[in-house]
């Protein structure tokens, strides 16, 4: 039981890896931030802390809000609050992705970004160990208000970028790029691993504890 939790952190924290290194390289394909990153920027600028740093700091207040609206809080939860500021912080210093210096590189460049980070959101989700902060915070207000989930995710990353680019964020063509096309590559790539996130039933930290460090056979939920 253990070496099978073993196994689904491993996944989850390859997830998050991939997710942070999809997000550096459509920071250095400079023609815009996603919509989150627009908000992370902007807070790092204004705050004089790394992007990772910002990243952590709005990823645990999202999480607090997420709870309070009754949101389940997982280990993947903790995870990518944390790990993927940190892993941000350490692919940035290591200097390892060119910055595009030019609009022909900067396109394609972001795509590939646009594409890791959907093959990390398929690794992380995929062991059902807890969502990541924003999707819980997308979830909870759709629950709360019912809007579609899309009026809802829209409706955040609207006010994410406006508060962002006042922060000092970069807005361009990469944001727009990045908010109306990162749903299709989710999309592709799950469809190309026949995997269904609907189907997924995130489980609670508790339940974690129990099986791992209990030897419980309780099925989570």
Partial sequence: MRQLYLARV??????????ALGVAIT?????????????????????????????????????FISIFLGEKLGLGTIFNMVLIGIFLDIIISLHIIPIANNFIWSI???IVGLIIIALGTYFYMKPGLGAGPRDSLMVALTRKTGLPIGI???????????????LGGMVGVGTILAAF???????????????????????????????????????VK
């Fill in 10 to 19: 491993f996944q989850l924290t390859w997830g998050l890896f991939l997710f």
């Fill in 27 to 63: 920071i250095n394909a400079h023609i815009g931030y996603a919509p989150w990153d627009v908000f992370h920027a902007g807070l790092a600028k204004t705050t004089d802390i790394s992007i990772g740093n910002a990243s952590i700091i709005i990823s645990i207040i999202i999480g």
């Fill in 108 to 110: 394609p460049m972001l």
């Fill in 152 to 166: 809802c995710r829209g409706m955040i990353e609207v006010l994410v970028v406006i508060i962002g680019w006042k």
């Fill in 181 to 219: 096309t990162i749903g299709f590559w989710i999309q592709i790539t799950f469809k190309l691993f026949k995997f269904d996130a609907t189907q997924v039933e995130h489980e609670a930290i508790d339940n974690t504890y129990k099986v791992i460090f209990r030897n419980s056979d309780l099925k």
